[in-house]
């Protein structure tokens, strides 16, 4: 599978046996909607809900850190996701949280391939497509998660680009928050963006029918940005949801050396030693 695919291709591919789909809709905090709610009232039909909030490491006092192997492995099995399993993963959330899911699901290696609904629900439902409500039985699969590091960075690894600039940083939040000028919504953290970081929301990726932009028009965003195609790169955004976006819109247009900072903002806002930087990027 694409890394994106269409609500017509998962429309013809409803019921197929080795076909698992994923609601991994998630809101920011202090936004008043319940994802688990939402997906009870309406999913896509057979849909499994990831709850991505609660997908984390509950060792780590960072919100939303990747969670250890077993754990992820628990909820692959719970979700009905088998080794060989194709993985379609989509949202109803503006952050288009899908993207944290689908990149969560491929560094853990969880099935033969794992796919975004282009669109995610809300393309589904104007097109007045099926939809289930409820909490299904699902079957339990045999998944088991190992993680790959090799895409993640750590709070060590900034540290360390911030003086050598080996690779470019961008920054998937909204500008009043890179610039400093509006305030984070985790009340103790401080401003601003990690120093030499560029700036891209994620919001500007998607058109009108919440869809991803593709081909020339994505990547006219990535370089209005300031980004250089030819040299690596490392996303980043408020907790690690947001950065995948990037991520994802990065690889579809064919580019690979592209990494994501698990702890982002996070991580590196509340830690008092990090260097910070307001502004324009």
């Known amino acids: 599978m694409d890394i994106l ?14 076909l698992r789909i994923v ?5 920011l905090p202090g936004t ?9 009232a309406a999913h896509i039909p057979g849909a499994a809900f990831l709850d991505l909030p609660t997908l984390a490491d509950a060792d780590d006092p960072i919100p939303g850190m ?16 088998d080794a060989d399993s194709r993985i379609v993963v989509y949202d109803n959330s503006p952050t288009h949280s899908a993207a944290r899911g689908w990149w969560m699901l491929r560094v853990y290696g969880a099935g033969a391939a794992v796919a975004i609904l282009d669109g995610g629900l809300p393309k589904w439902l104007a097109e007045g497509r099926p939809v289930e409500n409820g ?15 090799a895409d993640v960075r750590t709070k060590a690894d900034m540290l360390a680009n911030v003086e050598s600039h080996a690779a470019q940083v961008i920054d998937a939040r909204g500008k009043g928050r890179f610039t400093g000028e509006e305030a984070e919504p985790r009340p103790g953290m401080a401003s601003g963006h990690i120093p030499g970081s560029l700036n891209l929301p994620s919001s500007a990726l998607f058109d009108a029918d919440n869809r991803m932009k593709a081909g020339d028009d994505l990547r006219a965003a990535f ?11 490392i996303t980043t955004c ?5 950065a995948a976006i990037l991520l994802a819109g990065l690889e579809s247009l064919g580019k690979t050396d592209v990494a994501l900072y698990d ?5 590196w806002g509340f830690d008092p030693a990090t260097p910070k930087a307001t502004g324009a990027a």
């Not at 008043?32 to 009870?40: L, M, W």
């Not at 408020?238 to 947001?242: P, Q």
């Open 5 to 18: 695919v269409s609500t017509d291709w998962l429309g013809a591919q409803l019921g197929a046996v080795d």
């Open 23 to 27: 609601d991994a809709s998630l809101f």
């Open 32 to 40: 008043p909607r319940n994802p688990a709610a939402e997906y009870e």
């Open 66 to 81: 990747l969670p250890p192997d077993t754990a992820m492995t628990g909820r692959l099995q719970a979700l009905g996701i």
């Open 135 to 149: 909490i299904p039985q699902i079957a339990p699969g045999n998944a088991v998660a190992r993680l790959d590091r």
């Open 223 to 233: 370089v209005q940005a300031g980004l250089d195609f030819d040299r690596p790169v």
């Open 238 to 242: 408020g907790s690690g949801v947001t």
């Open 263 to 267: 702890g982002s903002w996070s991580e």
